[in-house]
């Protein structure tokens, strides 16, 4: 079927807003079924949640095939789908270099941390980094860590939700008050997620989501194969040619630079951030402790990489099917912008009925996506803050789940009140803020913590506080805030640092500080602890023992 015959059989795209107007109610109802039936899963398996462990590890009781499929739930956030679809549509190869970043920060993951992280912590990651150094100061910078990571993250994902909702709801982009209801909505429903199914529902959510995403984005991608004979080079070639005619780049989406033939240093420093911060999420790293054991571990990381790299391949055709059937100018003419790209596509190729199923998988991306952030959060604050820093190790029974409980509510209040006033605003900034600030504030302590027997509280210290410091202010004052008409303050321009992200400076400042902190440290940690550590990350000798020293 050619792209003009497409064309005649729906309205033309400029008038797309109308169209979803027409079809908002098939969003809706698939969104508020979708609701129901993880509701139903949520309570059922809120019963059991007694101890912390259950509440913050689902009491270990998922095998690796399952928490790997959580995982790809809780990584593949709506930016995932939408914005890598809409970035191959619009810049070709340069935009499937997003999926391939996404992609091989899993093996890092793999090799360096899972099964060392599931042997040598309890439920959080200051559980590692604090194992053989001292506890107060350690702990109080992993969870300043966390808590920056998860509210940046939040923030776009809950702005996002208010974004996407002008192309998925028919809402015009001006309507702020029906985008903020949208978002305080999402935030509502993953406070009770969380409030009542605590690791093990948001993990169930995530489950369910993964599948409905990977399916749908599978259905989309064998009916634009289909359409093409199923031949990815006749797919890329009716991409160039409708480029072609647009007046567009052509030829050049096949090949690298369309986006960054003008800043290596740029991509670079953003492929460092992506890469290297994936590893060092908070949420991430927190599912490694809902398995059994660390041979789960690894299972988990294998299943993930097999599903979010097929899932990465589906893009692939996806971005390419966009740039051929709809086309770079009515991709950005059309509410969202480069974010309309994957749901104009299911719009062309199934109606308003697949575009119902994937607004509704887009907005179940964004609540599973936010419930991990918040649990992980609020364990966080609970486990690390007021169970081993306010109460020294000795919560009374339960009290540590109430008060992660009660953190959840005033984590989902602060996300719907940011998400409101961060509407609109550049959610490419506030991701890549919190992977960078991942990357640089946490992995070179974790893999100092696991692989240098020397290092040093001190060390921890300047690498996890000089990080974090790093990448908030190098990207404050980067073109993403000010100096350009795309920046979050266009009037301004501070921006003295010419990069759109700091990893390429941050994290090799965060591993510089850790090494200089540590060799200028005249004091030295306990040996026998250390001797401890190595045997436990390597063995799982004593992982289900609580930390005592």
Sequence with gaps: MSRSSLFTQIAPLQSLGEQTKETSWINILIFVLFVGVTMVVVFRASRNNKTAADYYAAGRSFSGGQNGTAIAGDYLSAASFLGITGAIAINGYDGFLYSIGFLVAWLVALLLVAELLRNTGKFTMADVLSFRLKQRPVRIAAATTTLVVCFFYLLAQMAGAGGLVSLLLGLDNGNKAGQAVVIAVVGVLMIVYVLIGGMK??????????????????????????????????????????SINEGGAGAALLNPGAQYGKAPLDFISLALALVLGTAALPHVLMRFYTVPTAKEARKS????????????IFTLVLGYGAGALIGKKEILAAPGGVNAAAPLLAFVVGGPILLGFISAVAFATILAVVAGLTITAAASFAHDIYSNVIVKGEPKPE????????????????????????????????????????????????????????????????????????????????????????????????????????????????????WLGTVLDKNTENPRIQAEMDVRSLTGVGAERAVEH
């Design 201 to 242: 529902g948001t993990t169930w959510v995530q489950i369910i989501k993964a599948c409905l995403l990977i399916v749908g984005a599978a259905i989309m991608t064998v009916m634009v194969l289909a359409m093409n004979g199923f031949n990815l080079s006749t797919l890329m070639d009716a991409a160039v040619q409708t």
């Design 301 to 312: 990381v294998v299943w993930a990489i097999w599903l979010i790299g097929i899932f990465y």
């Design 399 to 514: 009290m540590e789940v109430k008060v992660a409980r009660r953190t959840v509510v005033v984590i989902g209040v602060v996300a719907i009140a940011g998400g409101i006033l961060a509407n609109g605003q550049n959610i490419a900034f506030l991701v890549a803020l919190a992977f960078a600030i991942a990357a640089s504030a946490n992995l070179p302590t974790i893999v100092f913590s696991l692989f240098w027997k020397k290092f040093t509280t001190q060390g921890a210290l300047w690498s996890m506080y000089g990080g974090l410091a790093a990448a908030i202010v190098l990207i404050a004052f980067s073109p993403v805030v000010s100096g350009s008409p795309k920046a979050m303050i266009p009037g301004a321009s501070f921006d003295f640092f010419p990069l759109a992200n700091p990893g390429i400076i941050s994290i090799p400042l965060a591993f510089f500080l850790g």
